[in-house]
T-cell receptor, first 114, second 110 residues
Framework: DSGVTQTPKHLITATGQRVTLRCSPR?????VYWYQQSLDQGLQFLIQ???????AKGNILERFSAQQFPDLHSELNLSSLELGDSALYFC?????????????FGEGSRLTVL | TQLLEQSPQFLSIQEGENLTVYCNSS?????LQWYRQEPGEGPVLLVT?????EVKKLKRLTFQFGDARKDSSLHITAAQPGDTGLYLC??????????FGSGTQLTVLP
């Protein structure tokens, strides 16, 4: 158990819909990272927040947004969903930023868009 | 963009066999990490290598960082079914975020 909690574990929705994925980092970690894992693209960095502020942006689509709340949990919002958005979405956390040390990953949220 | 290429993409072997998987790049990395991901779980760090030529051992797993710090390998001796999983290498990329390779899916058959 990494200490990172993600909900929901599985989510099935239709094209055009909007979903929210939630992440609680390890106790004491200030940084939260979101990654997308698909069969053809591998594990892709989306976005990082540190203590409530956006710190780095990767290959995140404009239809996706995220935020980190004062209690340090984070949410990833995915809108106007397309079939290609079906993937595993992972949250990871670390104590500080920037981080090139160990990432502690949650178990992921599997999104299926039909 | 610093890319990490892993090979082979898939590997299926019998219990007791040895294997090596590779992580290569055209860029120099200050460090490389290896993670293992099991079905239904997130990746878990196995090791970090930071010095060119460095060799680290973790029980039956041996990790090596290339002298030029552009490549790394993972060797497993006497593989066991519990070694089954997706092996990912990762290194600092743009914006100093971890960039992951595409992974090697290892299956060890009993």
């Amino acid at each position: 158990d990494s200490g990172v909690t993600q909900t929901p574990k599985h989510l099935i929705t239709a094209t055009g819909q909007r979903v929210t994925l939630r992440c609680s980092p390890r106790s004491g970690d200030l940084s939260v990272y979101w990654y997308q894992q698909s069969l053809d693209q591998g594990l892709q960095f989306l976005i990082q927040y540190y203590n409530g502020e956006e710190r780095a942006k990767g290959n995140i689509l404009e239809r996706f947004s995220a935020q980190q709340f004062p209690d340090l949990h984070s949410e990833l919002n995915l809108s106007s969903l397309e079939l290609g958005d079906s993937a595993l979405y992972f949250c990871a956390s670390t104590p500080g930023s920037p981080n090139t040390g160990e990432l502690f990953f949650g178990e992921g949220s599997r999104l299926t868009v039909l | 963009t610093q890319l990490l290429e892993q090979s082979p993409q898939f590997l299926s072997i019998q219990e007791g066999e040895n294997l090596t998987v590779y992580c290569n790049s055209s860029s120099v990395f200050s460090s490389l990490q290896w993670y293992r991901q099991e079905p239904g779980e997130g990746p878990v760090l196995l090791v970090t290598v930071v010095t060119g030529g460095e060799v680290k051992k973790l029980k039956r797993l041996t990790f090596q960082f290339g002298d030029a710090r552009k490549d790394s390998s993972l060797h497993i001796t006497a593989a066991q079914p519990g070694d089954t999983g997706l092996y990912l290498c990762a290194g600092p990329g743009s914006a100093r975020q971890l960039t992951f390779g595409s992974g090697t899916q290892l299956t060890v058959l009993p």
